[in-house]
């Protein structure tokens, strides 16, 4: 008896972010042009893998299935004041969502052309982000470096003022010697998200 192969199927969902796209995958295949193409028409879009383009005659195929999103609250602001209370990381794949959401409310930002002053708080177990590379490796016990300073980077390019709370530093006996270039130290994470709320900062923990 000769057993049918099945042809494997992979779904993926798109959100586009301006001009590129961010992809919830469930497949194998890397972002295609054409899937950009597909989020900003309305259509669905069926791909054969690169990878595999020929198995015995057979191809396997991704399915683009995108649907109409009509905003219901749409928010434009003319100034934001947010505090980001980052005590851990959770991650979108690869990316902790706490740079991700700071990545997505500067350019918020900038799309309104609103006025803005973004702080970011890393503490407890996310205080390593702020380490360069050799301080980085000796607290991880690795040796690639510390994988978040681009990114760190770029918030800092795009305005956003990033801190390491003092006693998080205190207890891993870390010093200002330790930290990429840029990161400010405060007092403790909990007094300094206390005082910015009394400034009026919005509190986003993480």
Known sequence: MTRKKEKGVSRRTFLEFGTGAVAATAGLLAVPAIAQQGVKTGRAATLTDPANPDNEGEHR????????LHIDIPVKLSEVKAAFSISTLAFEGDLPASIFHLQL????????NAKARIIAVFHTNAGHVTLHDDAYN???????GNPYKGLVADLMKR??????CGATAAVHKWGNADLLPGIKVNTDAMSRMTQLVQEGFVKISE
Request: glycine share 4%; aromatic share 4%; net charge negative.
């Open 61 to 68: 195929m991704t399915t683009i299935a995108t649907k109409p």
């Open 105 to 112: 409310i500067t350019k918020d930002v900038a799309d309104w």
């Open 138 to 144: 000796t607290e991880r016990m690795i040796a690639t």
């Open 159 to 164: 305005g956003v003022e990033i801190e390491l």
